[in-house]
């Protein structure tokens, strides 16, 4: 997940200022002296400045938003993405906990959170994050949660219920992508290669091929017998990701 799917800043953000942000230089007009509104201002403009990658300026802007409103969970949430962005775990850690602590049924702040103990193998714990946010009946992208709950229980070994988050994402937007590849990897694995292809093609067509889905697919056709299309996805992965664990599983003619 990159940083704009997975994170979901714009939830964390929404609603947050009335003013436009300019990160390009330009000064805010009218920022109202409410610390509320202040830190939400800052917040924003954080948000924005993350979006593009200037994640030093964005530090600067939430340390100015938590300055002036210490209560302001949104900026906290944030600040976890800041850190997990710049590696800073402990700090990362530190920001999603005391954001939760003030608004502990944010959802976003919850999928977060779950999110960053995934990535730090702490698979286990992130259920109870994802579960947390689904829980919220306003949560405007449960479909997100559902789908990263597939992929840590994929790394957990657990195909039966990643395969149910996989399913409920995919109800809930049928173009999630990573509910589109785990689920395609679990019917591949299942023997079902016509819904298995369905899946990976779909993925392949909506955003830019992985190493992943592209191993995925030639695995699918080369089962299938199916030699020229095999050929084409192997010249793909070749060309794309020459350094990849699935390349050098291909040189290897290590195909399970």
């Known amino acids: 997940m990159n940083r704009r799917a997975a994170a979901a800043v714009l939830l964390l953000i929404a609603g947050c200022a009335t003013k436009d942000p300019d990160p390009s230089g330009g000064t805010l007009v009218g920022e109202v002296s409410d610390p509320r509104n202040r830190a939400r201002v800052h917040t924003e403009l954080a948000g924005a400045y993350y979006e593009r990658g200037n994640v030093a300026v964005a530090l600067d802007e939430l340390r100015q938003a938590t300055a002036a409103d210490p209560s302001y969970a949104p900026a906290y949430g944030l600040l ?28 976003d702040l919850n999928h977060n959170f779950g999110w960053f103990l995934c990535q730090q193998g702490r698979e286990p714990e992130s259920i109870k994050y994802f579960l947390q946010a689904l829980r919220n009946p306003l949560y405007a992208s449960p479909w997100k949660t559902y789908s990263a709950a597939g992929v840590c229980s994929m790394r ?20 999630e992508p990573s509910a589109l590849l785990g689920l395609g990897q679990i019917r591949f694995r299942q023997g079902n290669i016509d819904d298995a292809r369905k899946l990976v093609s779909r993925y392949n067509k909506l955003v830019s091929p992985s190493a992943e889905s592209l191993w995925l697919a030639l695995r699918i056709e080369r089962r299938s017998g199916e030699r020229v299309a095999e050929q084409s996805y192997a010249n793909q992965l070749r060309r794309r990701f020459p350094s990849s664990p699935e390349f050098q599983s291909l040189q290897r003619g290590q195909y399970d």
């Open 80 to 107: 976890g993405l800041v850190h997990m962005e710049l590696k800073e775990t402990r700090e990362a850690q530190s920001s999603f906990e005391r954001g939760l602590r003030l608004s502990p049924n944010d959802p």
């Open 156 to 175: 957990m070994k657990n195909a039966k219920d990643a395969e149910e988050f996989f399913q409920r994402a995919l109800k809930l937007d049928p173009d």
